[in-house]
């Protein structure tokens, strides 16, 4: 039997064991794979939280001991992760953004409400708040206080439209963590980038307020561009990001989702993400900050891809995709429940080590018909043409000889056991 590696977050991990005896039956080898991974990341405290990125529920929380459970126990089919866009309305216009120009017929409160209980049902811990612009849906505190009892929720903002009584309101409906765009130190460039005067301002504004405020963990969401990895500004950037003296920074690439970006020249290969996961693994060794590059933890050697494996995304308008990146729909949740269509989303994707949108961007333009998104028949034509490649190491452990035919889910979801 291999030994566990040495735990780099002794007492917290201690209490987390603790609190979450049903640990023991997890498989042992996800175990050392969990605790590997752990150990590149500081544990961090916000309010009661113990925090190890914000991927990942508090570790001491009800949402943890239900991933513990659901995800690393029962394997069950369902989604861990998801996220809904609570509104498509924008004041900002990235070049890169993956939702500019959708429509449809609006999700309303009470859709996104049962939308994400039925997600609970299935699986998910972890909900992330996502838009367009989500303070401008005027119910966002309801939402979050109808999924955040056992259930990790994260918003996603640009800031604009952020009062401090709104945001001591999300704090209090039990928001764990707020990350704030902001993909450049320089004003100008950020500006530029988002298309709105004001952005770099109204971002570090938001990130004022809710740091003033306590508790909810505070970071910032950056989209690097391939030139800035490339150029070592990432570097200069995380520099300038330590000095705001917030908890964490989620770094993404710019992913070839629609739009100018849908292009060879803007995605990013192989050698620049492990780029960005040196860069993230030196600074978790010896920062302030967590570092947390997306790309890492959707890396082959941890996760890999979770589109409609682990992750489903739900836009503005009831379209069900495997994730934000993926302009695709499998159906609409205005015409059938998220369970039906995550099942026959599930179906089409096995397990894959790598980015779906990074590997597979080229086939949108050819069975797009001129659509923003995918409809269900055209994303099915698509996926007729993918391949899919092997499993990530975490994934390799996780499905096993009761997974044989390679692509479905080992277990059942949480409601029809
Ligand atoms: S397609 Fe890319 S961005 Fe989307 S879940 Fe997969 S790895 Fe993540």
Same mark, same amino acid.
């Given at each position: 039997?291999?030994?566990i590696?040495?735990?780099?977050?002794?007492?917290?991990? /201690?209490?987390?064991?603790?609190?979450?005896?049903?640990?023991?039956?997890? &498989?042992?080898?996800?175990?050392?794979?969990?605790?590997?991974?752990?150990?590149?990341?500081?544990?961090?405290?916000?309010?009661?939280?113990?925090?190890?990125?914000?991927?990942?529920?508090?570790?001491?929380?009800?949402?943890?001991?239900?991933?513990?459970? %659901?995800?690393?126990?029962?394997?069950?089919?369902?989604?861990?992760?998801?996220?809904?866009?609570?509104?498509?309305?924008?004041?900002?216009?990235?070049?890169?953004?993956?939702?500019? !120009?959708?429509?449809?017929?609006?999700?309303?409160?009470?859709?996104?409400?049962?939308?994400?209980?039925? %997600?609970?049902?299935?699986?998910?811990v972890?909900?992330?708040?996502?838009?367009?612009?989500?303070?401008?849906?005027?119910?966002?505190?309801?939402?979050?206080?109808?999924?955040?009892?056992?259930?990790?929720?994260?918003?996603?903002t640009?800031?604009?439209?952020?009062?401090?009584?709104?945001?001591?309101?999300?704090?209090?409906? !039990?928001?764990?963590?707020?990350?704030?765009?902001?993909?450049?130190?320089?004003?100008?460039?950020?500006d #530029?980038?988002?298309?709105?005067?004001?952005?770099?301002?109204? /971002? %570090?504004?938001?990130?004022?307020?809710?740091?003033?405020? !306590?508790?909810?963990?505070?970071?910032?969401?950056?989209?690097?561009?391939?030139?800035?990895?490339?150029?070592? !500004?990432?570097?200069?950037?995380?520099?300038?990001?330590?000095?705001?003296?917030?908890?964490?920074?989620?770094?993404?690439?710019?992913?070839?989702?629609?739009?100018?970006?849908?292009?060879?020249?803007?995605?990013i290969?192989?050698?620049?993400?492990?780029?960005?996961?040196?860069?993230?693994?030196?600074?978790?060794?010896?920062?302030?900050?967590?570092?947390?590059?997306?790309?890492?933890?959707?890396? &082959?050697?941890?996760?890999?891809?979770?589109? /409609?494996?682990?992750?489903?995304? =739900?836009?503005?308008?009831?379209? =069900?995709?495997?994730?934000?990146?993926?302009?695709?729909?499998?159906?609409?949740?205005?015409?059938?429940?998220?369970?039906a269509?995550?099942?026959?989303?599930?179906?089409?994707?096995?397990?894959? #080590?790598?980015?779906?949108?990074?590997?597979?961007?080229r086939?949108?333009?050819?069975?797009?018909n001129?659509?923003?998104?995918?409809?269900?028949?055209?994303?099915?034509?698509?996926?007729?043409?993918?391949?899919?490649?092997?499993?990530?190491?975490?994934?390799?452990?996780?499905?096993?000889?009761?997974?044989?035919d390679?692509?479905?889910?080992?277990?059942?979801?949480k409601?029809? /056991?």
């Amino acid at each position: 039997m291999r030994a566990i590696p040495a735990v780099r977050n002794l007492p917290a991990m /201690a209490s987390v064991f603790a609190s979450n005896p049903h640990m023991l039956y997890v &498989k042992p080898s996800l175990t050392r794979f969990m605790c590997s991974y752990m150990n590149k990341f500081k544990v961090r405290k916000a309010g009661h939280n113990l925090i190890l990125h914000s991927h990942l529920p508090p570790l001491n929380s009800k949402a943890y001991s239900r991933f513990v459970d %659901l995800h690393l126990i029962s394997r069950t089919a369902g989604p861990s992760h998801a996220q809904i866009s609570v509104t498509n309305l924008c004041p900002q216009n990235c070049s890169y953004c993956y939702n500019k !120009g959708r429509d449809g017929k609006v999700i309303d409160t009470d859709t996104i409400i049962h939308v994400a209980t039925e %997600l609970k049902e299935m699986g998910m811990v972890w909900f992330g708040i996502t838009g367009g612009e989500p303070l401008l849906n005027r119910n966002i505190i309801k939402i979050v206080e109808a999924v955040s009892e056992d259930c990790a929720v994260k918003l996603f903002t640009t800031g604009c439209a952020l009062t401090r009584d709104r945001a001591a309101g999300l704090r209090d409906a !039990g928001l764990f963590s707020v990350s704030v765009s902001l993909d450049h130190w320089d004003e100008k460039v950020h500006d #530029s980038v988002r298309g709105y005067r004001g952005a770099f301002r109204e /971002a %570090l504004k938001a990130i004022e307020v809710f740091k003033e405020l !306590g508790d909810t963990d505070v970071g910032i969401s950056a989209v690097l561009s391939r030139d800035m990895i490339r150029s070592g !500004g990432t570097e200069q950037f995380l520099k300038f990001l330590e000095g705001l003296g917030i908890s964490e920074a989620w770094l993404s690439e710019v992913k070839p989702s629609a739009g100018i970006v849908r292009d060879d020249r803007c995605v990013i290969t192989e050698e620049d993400r492990l780029k960005l996961v040196r860069l993230q693994d030196g600074y978790n060794a010896s920062g302030k900050m967590t570092v947390n590059y997306l790309g890492h933890f959707e890396g &082959k050697e941890c996760f890999g891809c979770n589109a /409609a494996n682990k992750m489903v995304y =739900v836009d503005a308008f009831g379209e =069900v995709s495997p994730c934000v990146f993926t302009p695709m729909s499998f159906g609409n949740v205005h015409e059938l429940d998220i369970t039906a269509l995550f099942a026959k989303m599930k179906s089409c994707f096995p397990s894959d #080590s790598k980015c779906f949108i990074n590997k597979n961007y080229r086939l949108f333009g050819r069975h797009s018909n001129g659509k923003k998104v995918l409809g269900p028949e055209e994303s099915l034509r698509l996926m007729d043409e993918v391949e899919f490649g092997e499993r990530a190491a975490f994934f390799k452990l996780y499905y096993d000889r009761e997974d044989s035919d390679g692509i479905g889910p080992v277990g059942r979801y949480k409601s029809e /056991a």
